[in-house]
Structure formats: structure tokens, C-alpha cells
């Protein structure tokens, strides 16, 4: 099987998935949760039962008129509102006990200040930068035997970002279309793809490097191409039976999980992807300087004067 010959369809297809991702980045951002924008959040159970229409025109009609609200798996409602104290808490929970006439019990609270919502915006954007930086080092010393390790820390760097622009462009069209927010665990399953990407990237690279040893063919490429054929099972199965553990969780986890879950779902699947058909790819287009012959095939080379 002849993957590498198919290379720039891959990253065609990378293209194709990513851009729309970066425009709804560029124009609606991501719609940012508590942990990020301030606020509180609720479970509520009512011992009743209540529609979710209904509980919002009573909030709307308490002073939240921009309540976010969701139906759990479990029946239960998760409120999200402005910043409010706990008093204020305890007179929301009462009122709504008393119009509803049921009785409200607060499973679950969490509030954030302005303050703890900036830091936590700047910190998690350290904390991925820094990822990043030291995997790049961490990767060329460990492929400091091969011609041009740099190059090999790049291109694990490049899949990376290929990955996390996929997950974020996801999540910013899902914010637009569907009000979908992050929080704190987003960044959490983030950091937990980019470990996976890289992951994933190192196992086809070291064996290109053990096939690179071994002197399997003089041509870079068909080394590349065996390499891969060699590992895309152990791939494939590893990511299918996480894949299986994730759906699981995703179809049957609680809601406070839920976009991590999701996160690490979508971040899999480019992972995956991106370990076999974008990085070692990338590391033949650099070794035989096609990246004119890429723009060729798009048709967005210059015709010769």
C-alpha cells in the first residue's frame, strides 16, 4: 500500500477540516464557560416534574434572563448565571421552590470571579505553549542520531497544532451553533491530546528510525511508507479500543464531563490521523523539498514567463 503516494490528498483533507475551524475561531472565538468568563454554576433536582421552558421564563422572570440551561442524564437541570453569593444563592433556590411549588436541592455549586477566570485563561495557554516547547526539545534529542533531528521535533510540533486547531475549530462552530462552552476541563483534555498526538507521532517515528538503521532502502520515502504499514496496526487497535472506553463514557458520563470527553473523542481520531498521514509525510515533503510540487498540484504554482 502506497500511503505516502497519497500524500497531498492528506493534507488536502487536513485543509478541508481545519480552515472552516480557523474562520469560526477568527470571527466567533470559543464561547468561553465559568472557568473563563466568570459566573456560577448549578445541578438542580426538582422533586416535581419540570420542563426546562418552564424553568427558564422563571429565572428570566428573577432577574436571569440570560440563565444557560441543560437537561441531564439524570433528569436534573445544570443552570449557569452570573456571578451570585451564596445569600443570593439561597434566595434564588427559595424562589424557585415556591414558584414552582417543588422542592429544590442543589446537587452541585461552583463559582468563579473575573480574576480566577483571567488567570485561569493565561495559565492554561502557558501551560500549552509550554507543552509544546519541550516536547519539540524532548523529540530532536531523542532523535539526535538521525540527519536533522530538528526537523523531526518539527514535524511531531506540526501535527500537534494540526490536532489542537482541529479540536479548537470543532469546539468554536459547536459554541456558535449550539452555545457550546469550555471551561477548565477542555484545557485539561487539550493537554491529554497533545500528550496522545505526540505519543502516537514518536512510536511511526521511531520506527522509521529503526528502519532507517537497518538500511531497508536508500530511497527515504519507501523507508517512510514501510514504517508506517509496519505500525498502523498497533495504531488503529490502541485508538480503537480507547475510542470504545470514550464513547462509553460519553454516552453514559454526567454532563459536568461531557466536552472533555468529547475533547478527547475528536482530538483521538485526529491523533491518529495525524501520527501516519501528517507527520511522517511531512518529514518525506521536507527530506525531498516538495513543498513547490505541493502548490503545483493545488495549481497555485506561477506559469513560467
Known sequence: MDILGKRFWFFLISAVVIIPGIIS??????????????????????????EQNQLRQELSGLGYDKAMIQRTGEGDFFVRVREISTEEKQELISSLGADLNTEVT???????????????????AIAIGIAAVFMLFYIAWAFRRMPKPFRWGTCAIIALIHDVLVVMGVFSILGWVAGVQIDAMFITGMLTVVGYSVNNTVVVFDRIRENVSKGISKDFEVTVNSSILETIARSLNTSLTTLFVILAVLLFGGITIRYFILVLLIGLISGTYSSMCIAAPLLVVWDKGEWGRFFSWLGFARKPA
Open 25 to 50: 475561531l477568527a470571527i466567533f472565538g470559543l464561547e468561553p464557560g465559568v472557568d473563563f468568563s466568570s459566573g456560577t454554576t448549578m445541578t438542580l433536582r426538582f422533586d416535581a416534574e419540570v
Open 106 to 124: 442543589v446537587r452541585d455549586y461552583y463559582t468563579v470571579s473575573p480574576i480566577i477566570a483571567t488567570e485561569t485563561g493565561r495559565n492554561a
